[in-house]
């Protein structure tokens, strides 16, 4: 006999990319052990009382930037009470995680430092700018199981940006060795000859940032990519997606026969450009804050499933950061506040995410629980070669799952939120639907308000490049 079980938990609706159903779940040595209608207390040494909840299996977000105000120790910690319990940073040379300036020993610190400090287990990408040695550093990245590299098609003044022939040989390599090419997909030069218009004009008030990153910007890029990746044969992702006209531009290279993955965000879902008119740089981020029809052009890619994922795209910034354009400034060497141009990238959105995608898509019916549950869970975990340990409860996957109380309403604010940075965009919403306890492989990470587990018992999670969606043959995203 097997003995005792450490969970059960007890009248929930266990939610799936297929479906819900009103199951007990139970839970041995940090894995789901069973599921079934009417599993006996007398099973678990814990039982857990879910009636009423929603038994959602543990959030992964495959796109956060843990190193502004949050290292990924509160970073982590943030995440936790937003319903979190897997988190894809991405980490480069640049990024000053003591790496000493080649991208393969700067993801090697990080991942000592989150075995350390984290509260929640991890994967990594890297990310390469014009300035890193890719090619050479991408095989060694690969042994140490990180699949996925992205690469900036912007920002060509800031040295991010990633010359297209490079890019290209990047592809290839990627393709040959069985890992995943990701681009922020905007045209950089076209960008910054809108910038300097403005620049020239003198129109540097918030108004004018968003005219200045059109969304055909963003869908010549994507097609440029999505180009230079069927050509090579290479698996594609492309981060942060916003513009109405990326939805029918993913299908057509989908139908193709590209392996191709779109992501969006809880941003894009949910507010405008209307947001950096009052609130500046605040609300400054790349891609920009688009129109009302951009949003619900992201929700119908999502529901329809030319998008695949929603992750954060979190860079948890306090209001000072935001003004400073180097992590090096010193404040009183902060730029002009009335400079939109001159203000950093990024916001908090993390813990936050599953609150507003459940909020504005499920109760404003836009999508369904289950397409829910595929875009923040499965297919993340599939993408990246974590599934099915991470993304879906079922026998013998990680018992990580959150218990969603799908009636409680309360309000998102700075007030609320557990990272360093001191304010949210999503400031005095009103939402309903909360995560009220988190457990990861098995232990209570956070119940109600409260951080049950110590940090530093996270796990680094090799991608698994032969289960990964993107390997030829490998499991379907839905």
Same mark, same amino acid.
């Given at each position: 006999m097997?003995?005792?079980?450490?969970?059960?938990?007890?009248?929930g609706?266990?939610?799936?990319?297929t479906?819900?159903?009103?199951?007990?779940?139970?839970?041995?040595?940090?894995k789901?052990?069973g599921?079934?209608?009417?599993?006996? &207390?007398?099973?678990?040494?814990r039982?857990i009382?879910?009636?009423?909840?929603?038994?959602?299996?543990?959030?992964v977000?495959?796109?956060?930037?843990?190193?502004?105000?949050?290292?990924?120790?509160? %970073?982590?910690?943030?995440?936790a009470?937003?319903?979190?319990?897997?988190?894809?940073?991405?980490?480069g040379a640049?990024?000053?995680? !003591? !790496?000493?300036?080649?991208?393969?020993?700067?993801?090697q610190?990080f991942i000592?430092?989150?075995?350390?400090?984290?509260?929640l287990?991890?994967?990594?990408?890297?990310?390469?700018?014009?300035?890193d040695a890719?090619?050479e550093?991408?095989?060694?990245?690969?042994?140490?199981?990180?699949?996925?590299?992205k690469?900036f098609?912007?920002?060509?003044?800031?040295?991010?940006?990633?010359?297209?022939?490079?890019l290209v040989?990047?592809?290839?390599?990627?393709?040959?060795l069985?890992?995943?090419?990701? *681009?922020?997909?905007?045209?950089?030069? &076209?960008?910054d000859?809108?910038?300097?218009g403005?620049?020239?004009?003198?129109? *540097?008030?918030?108004?004018?940032?968003?005219?200045?990153?059109p969304t055909?910007?963003?869908?010549e890029a &994507? %097609?440029?990519?999505?180009?230079?990746?069927?050509?090579?044969?290479?698996?594609l992702y492309?981060?942060?997606?916003?513009a109405?006209?990326?939805p029918?531009l993913?299908?057509?290279?989908k139908?193709?026969?590209?392996?191709?993955?779109?992501e969006?965000?809880?941003q894009y879902?949910?507010?405008?450009?209307d947001? *950096?008119v009052?609130?500046?740089?605040?609300?400054?981020?790349?891609?920009? &804050?688009?129109?009302?029809?951009?949003?619900?052009?992201?929700?119908?890619?999502?529901?329809?499933?030319?998008?695949?994922t929603?992750?954060?795209?979190?860079?948890?910034?306090?209001?000072?950061?935001?003004?400073?354009?180097?992590?090096?400034?010193?404040?009183?060497?902060?730029?002009?506040a009335?400079?939109?141009?001159?203000?950093?990238?990024?916001?908090?959105?993390?813990?936050?995410?599953?609150?507003?995608?459940y909020?504005?898509?499920?109760?404003?019916?836009?999508?369904t629980?289950?397409?829910?549950?595929?875009?923040?869970c499965?297919?993340?975990a599939?993408? %990246?070669?974590?599934?099915p340990r991470?993304?879906?409860?079922?026998?013998?996957s990680?018992?990580?799952?959150?218990l969603?109380?799908?009636?409680?309403?309360?309000?998102?604010?700075?007030a609320?939120?557990h990272?360093n940075?001191d304010?949210?965009?999503?400031?005095?919403w009103?939402?309903?639907?909360?995560?009220?306890? *988190?457990?990861?492989?098995?232990?209570?990470?956070?119940?109600?308000e409260?951080l049950?587990r110590?940090?530093?018992q996270?796990?680094?999670?090799?991608g698994?490049?032969?289960?990964?969606?993107?390997a030829p043959?490998?499991?379907?995203?839905?």
């Amino acid at each position: 006999m097997q003995g005792q079980a450490d969970l059960v938990v007890k009248g929930g609706l266990v939610v799936s990319g297929t479906g819900i159903g009103r199951l007990d779940l139970l839970v041995r040595d940090g894995k789901v052990a069973g599921l079934a209608p009417d599993i006996p &207390l007398s099973e678990g040494q814990r039982a857990i009382e879910a009636s009423g909840a929603y038994v959602l299996p543990g959030i992964v977000d495959a796109h956060n930037h843990p190193v502004y105000a949050d290292r990924i120790e509160s %970073f982590s910690r943030s995440c936790a009470f937003g319903g979190i319990t897997t988190v894809i940073p991405f980490i480069g040379a640049v990024r000053n995680w !003591g !790496g000493e300036g080649k991208t393969s020993a700067t993801v090697q610190a990080f991942i000592g430092e989150a075995r350390r400090t984290s509260y929640l287990d991890f994967s990594v990408h890297a990310v390469f700018t014009a300035q890193d040695a890719a090619e050479e550093e991408l095989p060694a990245l690969m042994d140490m199981g990180v699949i996925s590299f992205k690469c900036f098609m912007t920002y060509p003044r800031r040295g991010m940006m990633m010359p297209d022939d490079r890019l290209v040989r990047i592809m290839a390599l990627a393709a040959r060795l069985g890992g995943l090419c990701m *681009v922020h997909a905007e045209n950089g030069f &076209l960008i910054d000859h809108l910038v300097d218009g403005s620049l020239k004009q003198g129109q *540097v008030d918030n108004e004018y940032y968003g005219p200045s990153q059109p969304t055909i910007a963003e869908a010549e890029a &994507l %097609f440029r990519a999505c180009t230079y990746a069927e050509v090579t044969g290479c698996p594609l992702y492309a981060v942060h997606l916003s513009a109405r006209e990326v939805p029918d531009l993913l299908r057509y290279f989908k139908r193709r026969g590209l392996r191709l993955f779109g992501e969006t965000c809880p941003q894009y879902l949910s507010l405008t450009n209307d947001e *950096v008119v009052k609130h500046g740089a605040l609300a400054k981020i790349g891609p920009p &804050l688009r129109a009302s029809e951009d949003v619900e052009a992201m929700w119908e890619g999502l529901r329809s499933g030319a998008l695949d994922t929603v992750a954060s795209d979190s860079c948890n910034m306090t209001r000072q950061q935001k003004r400073l354009l180097a992590g090096n400034m010193r404040p009183e060497e902060a730029p002009p506040a009335g400079n939109i141009f001159e203000a950093r990238f990024g916001a908090p959105w993390a813990e936050q995410m599953l609150s507003v995608v459940y909020h504005k898509g499920v109760n404003e019916g836009r999508i369904t629980l289950p397409r829910l549950v595929q875009a923040l869970c499965e297919n993340p975990a599939k993408v %990246f070669g974590l599934y099915p340990r991470k993304g879906i409860l079922q026998p013998g996957s990680d018992a990580d799952f959150v218990l969603f109380d799908p009636f409680q309403a309360h309000t998102l604010g700075a007030a609320y939120q557990h990272t360093n940075s001191d304010y949210t965009p999503f400031e005095g919403w009103q939402v309903v639907g909360k995560p009220t306890l *988190v457990v990861q492989r098995g232990q209570v990470v956070v119940e109600g308000e409260r951080l049950v587990r110590p940090r530093g018992q996270a796990e680094y999670l090799p991608g698994d490049k032969a289960a990964a969606a993107f390997a030829p043959g490998g499991v379907k995203v839905g």
